[in-house]
């Protein structure tokens, strides 16, 4: 059976630069009957979980290391005994929710392609919403997960630590901008979107 993507939402706090928001993100798990890797940490354990059922977790592959996407990281790791996936320049972001004494696993770098369930999904560091931020690109899919770099709308925000937003553009537009136009855009919050919708929209 191929791959195939499902999909949960859970509600939980972002919290940054002293300030704490009400959030809901999307719970985006990657696989087959058996095996799947789950795309970033958000909240809730048991409702990531609940997506997954009874399946073996290969890796937990998170997008960046904001607390909402990845504060369960280590509880979901120890749950499922699967590998935490993040790019290196994301240490500085992730120490503030997990400090020095917890670490991920293996790092993620651009170009990396990793496989479930016979699908591939090739690693894009899309710096700018965070530093260490990328997206996964499956091509057999149809789709690019793009965690907070692309949203339905636009750019992820970029006006807090670690930021900004010229260079989150550039990531952009060398890195989706040049996926057809017909990619689905998995976002970490919110619905989904299409690289063409998005490029008319930035560019137009």
């Not at 799947?36 to 990531?48: G, K, L, N, S, T």
């Not at 931020?133 to 807090?160: H, I, K, N």
């Not at 901008?177 to 008319?200: Q, W």
Request: glycine share 10%.
């Amino acid at each position: 059976m191929a791959a195939r993507i499902d999909h949960g939402v859970v509600s939980g706090t972002f919290s940054l630069d002293g300030e704490t928001f009400d959030v809901d993100n999307n719970i985006w798990v990657v696989g087959d009957d058996a095996e799947c890797v789950v795309i970033d940490a958000p909240h809730d354990v048991d409702a990531i979980m609940a997506v997954v059922g009874d399946r073996a977790v290969r890796a937990i592959v998170c997008t960046h290391a904001h607390d909402d996407h990845v504060r369960v990281a280590p509880a979901l790791r120890e749950r499922t005994g699967a590998p935490i996936l993040l790019h290196p320049d994301e240490r500085p972001v992730w120490e503030l929710t997990h400090g020095t004494d917890v670490s991920w696993d293996a790092d993620l770098v651009d170009g990396q392609v990793l496989e479930i369930a016979g699908t591939r999904m090739q690693v894009l560091h899309t710096p700018g919403h965070a530093p260490g931020a990328v997206c996964l690109y499956a091509p057999e899919l149809g789709c690019v997960f793009t965690g907070d770099s692309l949203f339905q709308g636009g750019p992820g925000a970029t006006g807090r630590s670690f930021s900004d937003r010229s260079t989150l553009e550039a990531s952009i537009r060398a890195s989706l901008f040049v996926l057809p136009e017909a990619t689905v855009v998995h976002t970490g919050h919110g619905d989904d979107t299409t690289i063409g919708a998005e490029k008319a929209g930035l560019d137009g």
